[in-house]
């Protein structure tokens, strides 16, 4: 089976503008959730979604959003972006609770 | 917020050696999973221990979990260059306690030398 992927791998972006990460989950997974992880506050849940409804939602901004489409990939959007946003964002996907949690490579943003 | 405390941050030690990583966390848990990651890459998936489970082994690995004491630790085995990594332990709470999907320790960098 392939592996969770994530486009794009590096991105490089200036303040203010917005952003697109797309995510595509182990085949048969239908869960996906996105984590921030940075240096200084290490790995950080944003959202869950389940077939595409978000489920759970972490302690970000609303400039943070995500939808899951009905072949269960998924894209989260950040909007207005600032320069603390810079990050590795990774995507995970699972069968669901109480199951492993299976991570792509990460898209690494970079806010110029 | 970070729900659990990895220690030590930091471990090196020989090739052949043996690694202890150690993970505590604050609340009731579904399941504790561990992960390696290689710098600023994507998380691999190691073991998952379920919390009625005590000990759980995957060729050199070893996770122990004790809920009493909200801890787990993961043992490597006979250590090799290809192991250093950052390793992470993850939480999974139950739902009702919210909207954490998994919530990660800080995680333990591990330097294997030849």
């Known amino acids: 089976k392939a592996g969770v992927t994530q486009t794009p791998r590096y991105l490089i972006k200036t303040r203010g503008q917005q952003v697109t990460l797309s995510c595509s989950p182990i085949?048969?997974?239908?869960?996906v959730s996105w984590y921030q992880q940075t240096p200084g506050q290490g790995l950080q849940f944003l959202f869950e979604?389940?077939?595409?409804?978000?489920?759970n939602k972490g302690n970000f901004p609303g400039r943070f959003s995500g939808r899951q489409f009905s072949n269960s990939r998924s894209e989260m959007n950040v909007s207005t972006l600032e320069l603390g946003d810079s990050a590795l964002y990774l995507c995970?996907?699972?069968?669901?609770?109480?199951?492993?949690?299976?991570f792509g490579p990460g898209t690494r943003l970079t806010v110029l | 917020s970070q729900q659990g405390e990895e220690d030590p941050q930091a471990l090196s030690i020989q090739e052949g050696e043996n690694a202890t990583m150690n993970c505590s966390y604050k609340?009731?848990?579904?399941?504790l999973q561990w992960y390696r990651q290689n710098s600023g890459r994507g998380l691999v998936h190691l073991i998952l221990?379920?919390?009625?489970?005590r000990e759980k082994h995957s060729g050199r690995l070893r996770v122990t979990l004790d809920t009493s004491k909200k801890s787990s630790s993961l043992l490597i085995t006979a250590s090799r260059a290809a192991d250093t990594a950052s390793y992470f332990c993850?939480?999974?709470?139950?739902?009702?306690?919210?909207?954490?999907?998994?919530?990660f320790g800080q995680g333990t960098r591990l330097t294997i030398n030849p």
């Open positions: 993850a939480t999974e709470p139950p739902p009702i306690q919210g909207a954490q999907k998994l919530v």
């Open positions: 085949s048969g997974h239908r869960s």
């Open positions: 995970a996907s699972s069968l669901g609770q109480k199951a492993a949690e299976f």
């Open positions: 609340t009731s848990i579904n399941n």
């Open positions: 221990i379920r919390s009625n489970e």
């Open positions: 979604y389940f077939s595409e409804t978000q489920r």
